[in-house]
């Protein structure tokens, strides 16, 4: 597990986290976030999206890396790679899977997590993820047996979306 200097209370909002990458918000966070998405959501699979930034994309391969590190899942972490979030939540519907979308606008990062349904998981639910991280309460590390696998779906899924939406406009 990545280590993390983040201050959770000062990151940890409604409906997402974010802070500064540089100075408030760790990767370490991303890693949690993605760890304990599927704790919480006791499911096998996540899909994490960016925005296309270089921090978003450090953030979400992190995320990746927590997913398939959440404690005994043997959990699959789907990198879909950059898009909207219209095109985010059509990766969940298409996966069945809950996921986290990461984004940068002005040096601030923001991590979003979504249910599988394509709910976003905010108010006192994202409430306890923050409580669980700021008391060190979050998955620990698997061992290699128990790991889970990450697939880079990026090209893809993106294909797939890009058809349907041609389609759609047909």
């Not at 909207?84 to 996966?95: K, S």
């Not at 990461?102 to 006192?124: E, K, P, Q």
């Amino acid at each position: 597990m990545l280590t993390t200097d983040t201050n959770f209370a000062a990151v940890v909002h409604h409906d997402h986290v974010s802070g500064r990458a540089a100075t408030e918000l760790s990767p370490g966070a991303a890693w949690l976030l993605g760890a304990l998405l599927i704790r919480t959501q006791q499911v096998s699979q996540a899909v994490v999206t960016h925005d296309g930034d270089t921090t978003s994309e450090l953030f979400a391969r992190t995320f990746l890396r927590g997913v398939i590190n959440a404690d005994s899942w043997a959990a699959r972490a789907t990198y879909a790679g950059t898009g909207t979030l219209d095109y985010h939540l059509w990766c969940q519907d298409t996966l069945s899977a809950p996921g986290g979308r990461i984004t940068t606008t002005d040096d601030v990062t923001s991590i979003r997590l979504y249910r599988a349904d394509g709910h976003i998981i905010g108010g006192a639910a994202l409430a306890d993820l923050g409580e669980r991280m700021a008391i060190n309460r979050a998955p620990l590390p698997v061992n290699d047996q128990a790991k889970g696998t990450i697939e880079d779906r990026a090209a893809e899924l993106q294909q797939a979306w890009a058809t349907t939406r041609e389609e759609g406009a047909g």
